[in-house]
């Protein structure tokens, strides 16, 4: 095993072949920062801890909060940051390996000539493992004699380069200065700590048993143009996957309507069944649960769907929209199990009012469905839909509170995953 250059983190975990390596990930401000999600995405998947740190004008391109759910970590930006903590001192000290992509010219410019005028770029100041960066930039500025001075300075001082690759760049420009594939970068880490001893992490021992979870929000047609939808995202349908396929779980997604973004959380092993509409979700989860050990409905159903026009309805001065309610997905399952034992999970998304608390519809709901255990989160404007944290109250069938979990989508979907492996036979 190579120790030259092993972080002090690594150096302390009895070595390296059994220890998660750390990469610290800079993003900078350009246009193809969107691209170092996949990139993150796929390191981790592969098992190491990424930790993000952009600049400033990278958090214009792609936000905070995007960083820190795809990375799992939390984001710091400024050195000032956590002070007491030293962050840009142990940001770069405990990282394993550093990767910037995109880098742009300015930061290059930076780190040639040793700035430190940002959290990132401090970081790399400490840094003592190998580093690995992706330019990114405009066909006249990857050619001007600075950067091209800029760029052998770097590698003199020991960086990496992959890319640029020539290919279409922002606007109607053809040239150098595109940044290698995101899938490209992450290989490149891969074998790069590969080399340095880090082993292939450990995969979950296979259990045998088929998940089968639905996740996102419906959207109901009006005409060809319109539809009704709701406000899931589908995060936590898709945490509920990651935590179920990493206890060893095969694992199916029917997911209704979920963004790029969303998906890109997926682990990669997990089975994507695309859908749009209530029935869709109803036709794909009756295929999916005759094999079910487990059946976790979580995604958000349209109760209502809509006599669909063929034609673009037109503007007008009222419209009449005629409803029919759609089938009860959850019951149906629930009282027509597909096979012995089998688990079923549901979720109620309620909102109380000047009669009744969201928990109580909630528990009325679970004796209504027949489930075997009904997950109660209260939404509203900021609370349960989207990138947020959520309190969520697990009542069982006969409407008897048997968990309580608060915390991160990514926190409460693995409580909620360890509540259900106890109902298991």
Not at 22 to 47: D, P, S
Not at 332 to 360: H, P
């Amino acid at each position: 095993m190579n120790s030259k250059n092993v972080s002090q983190r690594a150096s302390q975990s009895g070595g390296l072949s059994h220890a998660a390596p750390r990469i610290l990930f800079g993003v900078t401000g350009g246009i193809a920062a969107y691209k170092a999600v996949t990139a993150i995405r796929r390191l981790r998947q592969w098992g190491a801890d990424v930790v993000v740190v952009p600049t400033h004008a990278a958090l214009d391109m792609v936000g905070k909060t995007t960083w820190e759910a795809i990375s799992g970590n939390r984001v710091h930006v400024d050195v000032s940051e956590n002070a007491n903590d030293v962050v840009h001192v142990n940001t770069g000290a405990q990282a394993d390996l550093l990767v910037i992509a995109p880098a742009t010219a300015n930061t290059i410019a930076k780190l040639a000539h040793g700035l430190a005028d940002n959290l990132l770029t401090a970081s790399a100041l400490v840094a003592t493992c190998p580093r690995l960066i992706a330019p990114a930039m405009h066909t006249q500025m990857w050619m001007h004699p600075a950067t091209k001075d800029n760029i052998a300075t770097m590698r003199r001082h020991g960086w990496e380069l992959i890319g640029p690759e020539t290919g279409q760049l922002t606007g109607s420009d053809i040239g150098p200065g595109r940044m290698s594939e995101p899938e490209d970068i992450a290989q490149r880490a891969i074998d790069i700590l590969t080399e340095r001893g880090f082993g292939t992490p450990a995969q979950p021992a296979e259990t045998g048993q088929n998940w089968v979870i639905s996740a996102g929000g419906t959207h109901e047609a009006i005409d060809p143009v319109r539809y009704i939808a709701n406000h899931s995202t589908g995060i936590m349908g898709v945490e509920l996957a990651n935590a179920a396929r990493a206890r060893g779980h095969h694992v199916t997604l029917v997911a209704a309507n979920l963004s790029a973004d969303v998906l890109a959380r997926c682990a990669p092993d997990i089975d994507v069944i695309p859908v749009v509409s209530a029935l869709d979700v109803h036709d794909a989860m009756l295929r999916q649960t005759p094999r079910a050990d487990v059946v976790i409905m979580a995604a958000a159903i349209g109760d209502f769907r809509v006599d669909q026009s063929t034609t673009k309805i037109k503007r007008g001065e009222s419209l009449t929209i005629e409803l029919k309610a759609n089938p009860d997905i959850l019951h149906e399952i629930a009282i027509n199990r597909a096979k012995q034992d089998q688990c079923v999970i549901g979720f109620a998304a309620e909102t109380g009012d000047e009669k009744k608390t969201y928990i109580d519809y909630g528990i009325a709901k679970a004796k209504r469905k027949g489930a075997d255990l009904l997950v109660i989160n209260q939404v509203g404007d900021g609370i349960g839909f989207g990138n947020v944290d959520t309190n969520v109250t697990i009542v069982s069938g006969k409407g008897q509170i048997v968990a309580n979990a608060t915390g991160s989508k990514p926190d409460v979907a693995e409580q909620i995953i360890e509540t259900i492996s106890h109902y298991l036979p």
